[in-house]
């Protein structure tokens, strides 16, 4: 089932989430609804947080070729456990903050542990647009967004905007 994707500004996306202690199969059905609605956005990633549950969820597919097959990830408690030295400059997006775009310098390679669907522990390492992903959504758990990485004057712009997008939103 789709979810409503929360907009900035909205105080739920700046908390930080709790733990997921126990892997139920309403859990499940979430991180099922939440690819749905990533995929219909479209979107490469998509944080719990961002349709209003506060829990340590993120889903994610960074496969954009056409005829590849998709790779979705659905992780549960993700963690960066190490990250390289080594910078990328992304220009990142966010479905919460519809139409926006700026460079956010990230690690490049980053090394993760979560908890996938079935309870097993994974870990893997992440690379280029796969590891500015995973950055991005594990930030939304710590009610960080991208737009925090910019000069405050870009920022309060952006807000500004989507301040105005919903007001127009909430109208029609």
């Known amino acids: 089932m789709k979810r409503t994707i929360l907009i900035h500004p909205d105080p739920r996306l700046k908390k930080v989430c709790a733990p997921v202690s126990d892997l139920t199969d309403a859990l499940r059905t979430l991180a099922d609804d939440m690819l749905e609605t990533m995929y219909d956005a479209p979107g490469i990633g998509l944080a719990a947080p961002q349709i209003g549950v506060l829990e340590r969820l993120i889903v994610l597919d960074c496969?954009?070729?056409?005829?590849?097959?998709?790779?979705?990830?659905?992780?549960?408690n993700p963690q960066v456990i190490a990250s390289s030295e080594?910078?990328?400059v992304y220009e990142e997006g966010c479905l919460s903050i519809p139409d926006q775009y700026a460079e956010v310098t990230r690690p490049k390679v980053v090394d993760v542990t979560w908890m996938d669907e079935k309870g097993n522990q994974r870990q893997e390492t992440f690379d280029g647009l796969w590891a500015t992903c995973v950055q991005h959504e594990i930030d939304h758990?710590?009610?960080?967004?991208?737009?925090?990485?910019?000069?405050?004057?870009?920022?309060?712009?952006?807000?500004?905007?989507?301040?105005?997008?919903k007001r127009e939103r909430a109208r029609a």
Not at 148 to 158: A, C, S
């Open 63 to 76: 496969v954009k070729e056409e005829g590849e097959t998709p790779r979705p990830l659905i992780m549960f």
């Open 86 to 88: 080594e910078t990328n």
């Open 141 to 165: 758990l710590n009610g960080k967004l991208f737009i925090d990485y910019l000069k405050p004057l870009k920022r309060q712009m952006i807000t500004r905007k989507m301040q105005k997008l």
